[in-house]
């Protein structure tokens, strides 16, 4: 049973270009979370989706940074017109149900905007 | 909102010693979990233990065990008998037991151990 996908594991982009980051769940999985970690920090909560639907968006920047996913296919976390900031390693994590209290990660991806 | 903090940015352990890791939170709940995650160099996020704010008994897995203290809103790991590959950056996490919140976790900043042979 595979655990869950991230990919790409490293991203490099330029400034102003658009950075695409995807999660495939764990099997059976229909919740998804992303989480940013800026160097030396801990993790922090960007969006919380189910099956074409945003459930939590709080954590999200306002400008920028979109989520998705869609009923097939991977989760998609978009930032347009990246900056150095945007540096960072973002996570996926997915659960079997809203509910459920243990939540399995990704490896992330580590995105450098240069 | 809730808040974690970890006040150890780093901490080390020699082999075969025991070390204990700090955390405390800020919560007005009273359902709630609690997680300590372990992340090597490798970056993967793992689950070490978790512990139910409505269980009184201290949660334990293998050499691994927490120090739960409700009243006081601390959390603190214990490894005992450390070895080489518990060496990797720790942290504290919370998760409202309110449905209502979703499964998001907040997490503390981190504590990096280094173990000595």
């Known amino acids: 049973n595979a655990g869950v996908m991230q990919n790409p594991r490293h991203l490099v982009r330029r400034r102003g270009q658009e950075a695409r980051l995807r999660c495939s769940p764990m099997k059976g999985h229909s919740h998804v979370y992303w989480y940013r970690q800026l160097p030396e920090e801990g993790l922090k909560f960007m969006v919380y989706l189910q099956k074409e639907n945003i459930i939590d968006e709080s954590g999200m920047p306002k400008e920028r940074f979109s989520a998705e996913f869609p009923k097939e296919g991977p989760s998609i976390l978009r930032i347009q017109q990246v900056v150095r900031g945007d540096s960072a390693a973002y996570f996926c994590?997915?659960?079997?149900?809203?509910?459920?209290?243990?939540?399995?990660f990704g490896q992330g991806t580590r995105l450098t905007v240069v | 909102a809730q808040t974690v903090t970890q006040s150890q940015p780093e901490m080390s352990v020699q082999e075969a010693e025991t070390v204990t890791l700090s955390c405390t939170y800020d919560t007005s709940e009273s359902d709630y979990y609690l997680f300590w995650y372990k992340q090597p160099p490798s970056r993967q996020m793992i689950l070490v233990i978790r512990?139910?704010?409505?269980?009184?008994q201290n949660a334990t897995e293998n050499r691994f065990s927490v120090n739960f203290q409700k009243a006081a809103k601390s959390f603190s790991l214990k490894i005992s008998d450390s070895q080489l590959g518990d060496a990797a950056m720790y942290f504290c996490?919370?998760?409202?037991?309110?449905?209502?919140?979703?499964?998001?976790?907040?997490f503390g900043q981190g504590t990096i151990l280094t173990v000595h042979p």
């Open positions: 994590a997915s659960s079997p149900w809203g509910g459920s209290t243990e939540a399995f």
């Open positions: 512990q139910e704010a409505y269980k009184q």
């Open positions: 996490a919370y998760r409202s037991g309110n449905p209502k919140a979703g499964g998001k976790l907040t």
